[in-house]
Every structure is written in C-alpha cells, then in structure tokens.
C-alpha cells in the first residue's frame, strides 16, 4: 500500500531517536534573528501539532472529510510568529502551521479543537459551522477561504489599499489598526492563474505611483502544483526585479531563515507601506491530498529526496544543536502532541453535523447579528454646502443618468464608510458620465480610479469590506463582469456561508449594461445575459428602468448592502440613461424630478411597480423590457381597445414571487416581456413560478434570440421589440393564440 504518510511519521522518529538530523547549513542562532530559545520551541510544538493533525486526517478517513495536508509548509509559523495578531491574513490551503501558531497567541483558545471539528464538518466549529474546512477565525483576523487557487489575491491587495484610505478619511469603525498589513499566501503553481497575475500588477502598479500598499506576498514554493512541476527559477525570474515590488528569498524548511525573511518582509510592509514578494522555498509532504498516488508522476527516490528535507527535521536539529531540547524531550513532545489529538478527535467525532438544507443554508443571507443600523440622512445645511445644489435645477426634470448620479451623491454625504471604484470613474465621470462631477466634491480617496482589471476592481471592494468600508465598484459593461464572475461568484458570495455569518461583504456593484443601444458597440456593450449572476447564492440583482425607480433602488441597495451586509448587483439599462421620451418626441414621459432622501418614498427588495388598471392582459418585465412594454400599452388601447397592466419586477434576484403573484392575480392573461437571451432567461424561471404556484392564465413569453448582438440594425433582429409586444399580445388574446409563445 502507498503510504507516504506513515513514512514520513516513521522517518521523523527514528531519525530524532537515532540522531541522523540534518546538517545545519548555517551559524545563525535564535538570538541572530530576533528569537529566544522558548520561542523556538514554541514554533517547534506548533509544528508537531499540525503535522499529528494531517496524520489523523489521512488516517480517520469517513471521519475527517479534508486531507490537504500543511506538511512540508512548517515555515509558515514562523510567518505568524513574525507578524502581529492585527495583521489580517488570506491564506493558502496549506497554511495550518500559520493558523495554530496565531491562535496560540490568543488566552483562552483551542486551537487543536478546533482544527479537529473543521475536519471533521462538525456542526459547532468555530468558523464555518460544519460547512467547509476552511482556515479561519475572527479571533486571528483570518477570514476563511476555500480553495484559494489565487482568488484570494485581489481581495487582500483591496484590504491594503483600504488600511491606507480609512486612516486618510478617518473612517469610523475600521476593523484594522492604521499600522496594519496584510498578509496573503499561495502557492507557486498559483502564481500563474491570471488572477494571481493581475493582483500582484495592481498592488506593484499602486506602488510605482507611491500609493500605499502595505501587503506581503507569500509565495510557498514547493516546487510542484498538484503534478506539474514548477520550471526550475521559474518564480525568482518572474518576481526578483518586479517595479514597485519588493523581493526577499529565504528558504521555509530552515526555521531560522523563515523567520529572518519573514520579519525581513513584514517590517518593510509595515514600515516602508510597500508590497513584498516574500519567496519561502518549502516541500510537500504526503502528496497532494489523500487520493494522490504520488508514484504516477514522480519517482519514489525523488520522493524519499523531498522527504528527507522535512522542516520538522530541520527544527528538530537546530533544538539538538543549540543543546535546547535532547532527542528524549523531542519525541516525548511529538507522542504526547499525538496521544491529544487522538484523545480530542474521540470527542469530536461523535460532535453533531448539519443535517437539513435549511441549517446548512442559513447563513447564505448574512444573521440579523451583522446588521449595521443605516447612518441618518446628512442635514439639509450640510447638503447644500457640500453639493451647492441650486433648488431650479433639483426640481427640473432629469434622466436615469443624473438621478443615478445625484443619488450617489446623497449617498456618500451620508455614509462615510462608501466609496466609488471603477475605470473612468473619477476624473472622466465614467463611460456615460452618471459620476461626473463627484470627484471634485468627495476627493479622490472616495472616488477611485483604478486600473483597467475587473478582477482587481471587485478584490478593491471586497478587501476594502473587510475593514469596515461599504464599497461602490463600477463594471463599465455587463460583459466586463465576466471576466471577474469568480470573485462575486466564489469570493464574495461565499464568505458569509463559509464562516458561518462571521464575516460579511458587504457592497453595491454598479453594472452598465443590457441592450438596445441602436446598434452602437456590438455584443461586448450590449450584452443581455443575466444568467451568470441569477445562480448565485445570496446576492441580490437589482434593475431600474426608471429614473424614479433608480434613485429609490440605489438608495435601498446601498441600506441593504450597509445594514444587513448584502451584495448587490446594481444593473443600469444604458439605453435608458438619457432616455427623455416615451410616446412621442419631447413628452418628457421617461423624466423625473429628483427627491431628497428625507422627503423621498423607499422601493423595498419585494416591491414590484404598476402601471395601469386594464383587466384584459397584464404584461411582466423589467429594464428596456418595461420601457418597451409601456409604449405598447397605448398602442394596444388606441388601435385594439386592449386594456393593460404593465408590471416591472426591478428586482430580479432574489425574485419578488409573492408581489408578482399578486399583481397578476384575477387575470386570463400574462405575457412575459423578457429582453434578455431565451435559454436560461428569467422568464424561464417565473413560467416555472407560475406551474408550480398552480396559476391559471393563459401564458405566454417573448424573448431575445439566443446570439450575441451584432452591429448596426441587425442589432434589431436578435431583440424584442414594441411591435413583438403588441403581436404577442394579440396572438395571447385571440381564441386561436398559441399559449406559450417564445419569439
């Protein structure tokens, strides 16, 4: 049987036992680098600890449900040992060592306990509650994180932007002190995920400007990712001479250089506010994961090779040289660590699980625990003096555009822990100009340009969350998100789930996007897909098509992102931005008057709007859908004598079933108006509210064809259009229609 673990368990005692322990390769003492003897050996219990506990894992199968091992990544204590219990840390899967030796500096912890219940998905784990083995603890500023293939990047340079940006503004309530670093760890095979490589540019670009960027990089170079192996000098190459990024090398399975360069790194973060590329040299130990035959892809004398370097080893050794510990005192240590764990986890096991889908999803939707009651509205003095609104042109009419944009306004005056991020969107105002002017009124440490990289904007907003701040990221275009879906998809949605309603994300995505822009731009600034978001646990996806409406929404998403801690999609139909007109040229029909705060109504996430009282069909939408529909309804009651009811859902995740059951309650007839793609489309998704509620009606649907937009007026062929509105209609009404229509 292949069994690397027990090898590497019967290695460690019978070469401490028989003292065959590595040559020390250096002179360095504890004191050289800052450490006492105790402290040694403190790192060294750390160290046993973690690696009985990947022992049990391996050995405790249908008991444990985890077996990414942090053997062979020992230096990573010392990397605690290094930093301060307020520095927040993003870590690698393989970072246990960091984990336990930070928790041991908090009175009162458990840490073994602790690891052995997140192993073993027990229901009252600290961290996740049973849901994920995740490295995490509020106690140790550590938010959890899954499987960190370099996601977790963009997010910890956004929480080291936000150290330097909460002490300019003075932020109220930060999390992190204004000395503070970030500390964030992954692999070498990692480094080459475009996320990791965007990420380490932003936090480099930042620094070549002279911003502030207080983050370590840790690199945990073994060599290998899963079975590829890293090309020899692969990551010095990359990274030694980096602009902006600092660069030290140590080697992790060496207990002293780890900490010598760790201490190195830290102090120039902290001291210096500048991002280092701390490269630790490390081994992996027992493969991969449980499951991995090591043997298929490398040779078992380079394994016996790997094996041989074990940090454990190397610490055990510098003990014995130093005359700190004898071979006695250090497998007395490693059985006694052992025969705990083993006691502990006898405990833990019979520990209770999650056993229903409503525990296990509870805390999808951040606990009432983590609201954040809403700041009251700025007074009407500080108002004008800030905004030096003239009243004539507050009351004339205005598009989406500038509603959305005066809000923002509103927005920030009242709370002071928001800011706006995006492409363009200080100085230029944005693509569509709706944030113009915002720069010279809030500066720019609360109107952010940043670098053109999605995923480094929404890791801006997210890290920046992190520490107190409830964030406004602009994505230029609903087609740019996908190039960052990961970071709402697996990092921000996740992490209210994963630690159990501990740590929350809270902020407002502003998205520009949908279609009907006269064929202007093509598919990437007219893409009408809303798929990617609509299966996303716990977010919300809201969608104006009103000025009014848009105002009123931004101002609820921002309460519901600062108060109960939500993400929100904020999807603004770019079609409609300066629509003035709805029937006929200068009606003015698509204007509103903006509102204050104060003296203005509230749209609630399961509010639908009405238009209309017509008892003959009644008509869904939402965004340019709405609009569409809207002109259709005179159409219909002028030249047909049918009398409608437009409906907008506006919020389109989660869905306001009960408000649209209501409002089309008592009617023959409903058509759906879906201006987005056929497959996968909302209106897929309320036919099947429609079944399942047991509605009665006479259904039918038009949707956008399943292809991307072209240029020009072909653009029209792929779209619905007022006219497919009225033809559906009609075909919806007439005896001989067709029920369910797709058009």
Known sequence: MFDRASAVDEAFKSRVKSGDLPKISTHLTPEDVGLSACELVDVF????????????????????FYSIGS???EGMAMVAKA??????????????????????????ATPLYDMILSFAAAKDDPISGGRHKVLGGVDVNIPPQTSTIASHLPKAVGAAHSVAMARKLKLDGAVLPEDAIILCSFGDASTNHSTAQGAINAAAWASYQNSPMPIVFICEDNDIGISTKTPKGWIEANYANRP???????????????????????????????????????????????????????????????????PLLQTAAHLLKLGILNQDDMLKLYEDIGERIRAISEQVFVRPKLTTAQAVMEPIVPAKTAHIPAPPFASKTARTAMLKRDKRILSKPMPMARQ?????????LQYENTFICGEDVARKGGVYGVTRGLLDKFGPARMVDTLLDEQSILGLAIGAAHNGFVPIPEIQFLAYLHNAADQIRGEAATLSFFSNSQY????????????????????????????????????????????????????????????????????EPIALYQMTDLHEEDDGLWLGSYVTPSEDEIIHLDEVGQYGKGKDVCILSYGNGY???????????????????????RWLQPLPEAAILDAIKGYKHVLIVDECRKTASLSEQILTLFAESGVKAKTSRICAQDSFIPLGA?????????????????DLLSDQGKGARNV
């Open 45 to 64: 219990e750390t160290q046993i600890m973690n690696r009985q506990l990947d022992l049990l894992a391996r050995r405790s199968k249908g008991k444990t």
């Open 71 to 73: 053997s062979g990544h």
């Open 83 to 108: 930093s301060r219990l307020t520095d927040m840390a993003f870590l690698h899967y393989r970072d246990g060592n960091f984990l336990l030796q930070r928790k041991k500096s908090v009175p009162g």
């Open 244 to 310: 902006g990024l600092e660069y030290i090398a140590c080697d992790g399975t060496h207990p002293l250089s780890a900490y010598q360069g760790a201490k190195h790194a830290v102090n120039i973060s902290r001291f210096r506010r500048k991002p280092v590329f701390l490269h630790m040299k490390t081994v992996r130990l027992m493969g991969h994961a449980g499951a991995d035959i090591e043997t298929v892809y490398t040779d078992i004398k380079a394994l016996e090779a790997n094996e041989a370097k074990d």
């Open 404 to 412: 959305i944009g005066t809000a923002l306004a509103d927005i920030l």
């Open 504 to 571: 929350t994300n809270p902020m407002v995505v502003r998205i520009a996007g949908l279609a009907y822009q006269k064929g202007f731009g093509g598919h990437f600034h007219n893409d009408n897909a809303l798929a990617a978001l609509r299966d996303i646990p716990g977010i919300i996806v809201a969608c104006p098509s009103h000025g009014d409406d848009a105002r009123k929404m931004l101002r609820e998403s921002v309460r519901l992102a600062h108060e109960e801690r939500r993400i929100v999609i904020f999807l």
């Open 627 to 649: 609009y569409l529909s809207r002109q259709a309804e005179k159409i219909l009651a002028k030249q047909h004598g049918i009398q409608s009811k437009i409906v907008d859902m």
């Open 714 to 730: 072909a653009a029209n062929t792929v779209l619905v259009s007022k006219e497919q509105i009225i033809e559906a209609t009609l």
